[in-house]
């Protein structure tokens, strides 16, 4: 079907029901929307032209889920609906599956909502935009760093020492940019619950086994799970095999975010 006429169908039905946004799965086109149209470049798409109407509507769903929790996570849509316009089908889609997918609120009593969101979406766009064209993995522990410091040393000198606590708080996005050159170095980051970043290139010295994880993750995965099982902390991990995002406490893996799914308004 003419994908400019379903964007233009999904923008009216959007304006129609005072959707938050329109989520089009298909390529940019132009079209008159009065709410904020988000482009979503999802690479399996293709799969779904073999599979019946009931299937492509349960994929879809799966599909608006991922695309949710971002644009849940960017723009903080805390509720409301979103009009998802795949090649296939429309969906009118409820913001509150995705809040109650990653419930920031979850991790309160350990970090700050604006440092959760902060680290998510940072974590995010590591995932997504890897390093000079290759992809990366990096983790993220939050916690009391004096706490924190008993189960870890510093594998590398470390790059944050000495800076202006301004220069380190992560929830103020001009200070990404050195993140992401860190994280290509081994070890985690950790950060205060405050969100200042205290040190990259740290080595977590616990013992994995007091975790109990599905197989398949490596060395870094485990260590920031058993570190959130040890002490109150918050583990977030960017796997440079998959891309997923994982979020850890008390060692288990409470969300996974797929960064495939690219969005862009
Ligand atoms: N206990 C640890 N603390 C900090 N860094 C670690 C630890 N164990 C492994 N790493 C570092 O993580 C890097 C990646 O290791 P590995 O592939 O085993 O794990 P991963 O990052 O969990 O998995 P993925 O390949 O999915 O990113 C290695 O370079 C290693 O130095």
Not at 7 to 31: K, N, S
Not at 57 to 83: I, N
Not at 162 to 185: C, L, M
Not at 186 to 196: A, I, P, S
């Amino acid at each position: 079907m003419n994908e400019q006429l379903l964007v233009q169908t999904g923008a009216d039905l959007a304006e129609e029901i005072g959707a938050r946004a329109v989520v089009a799965f298909t390529r940019p086109c132009t079209c008159q929307a009065k709410v904020p149209l988000i482009w979503v470049q999802d690479l399996q798409l293709d799969i779904l032209k073999d599979l019946s109407m009931c299937e492509i509507l349960s994929v879809c769903e799966h599909h608006m889920l991922d695309a949710a929790v971002q644009v849940y996570l960017k723009d903080r849509f805390e509720d409301g609906t979103v009009v998802a316009v795949f090649p296939y089908a429309i969906l009118v889609f409820d913001l509150e599956k995705a809040k109650n997918f990653v419930n920031i609120k979850e991790y309160e009593d350990i970090v700050p909502r604006d440092v959760m969101y902060a680290v998510l979406n940072l974590a995010l766009e590591i995932a997504v935009e890897g390093r000079e064209g290759r992809a990366i993995g990096t983790a993220f522990v939050i916690g009391d760093p004096t706490k924190i410091a008993r189960h870890s040393h510093q594998a590398i000198l470390n790059p944050y020492a000495g800076h202006d606590p301004a220069y380190r708080d992560v929830t103020n996005r001009e200070n990404w940019e050195s993140v992401k050159e860190f994280a290509q170095i081994d070890g985690v980051f950790v950060l205060d619950t405050e969100g200042t970043l205290q040190s990259a290139g740290t080595y977590l010295d616990v013992n994995a086994k007091v975790v109990d994880l599905p197989p398949g993750l490596g060395g870094r995965h485990l260590a920031t799970a058993a570190i959130t099982a040890v002490m109150p902390a918050v583990g977030v991990t960017v796997s440079e095999s998959g891309g997923l995002v994982r979020v850890f406490r008390d060692g288990v893996c409470t969300i996974t975010i797929r960064s495939d799914i690219r969005i862009t308004s």
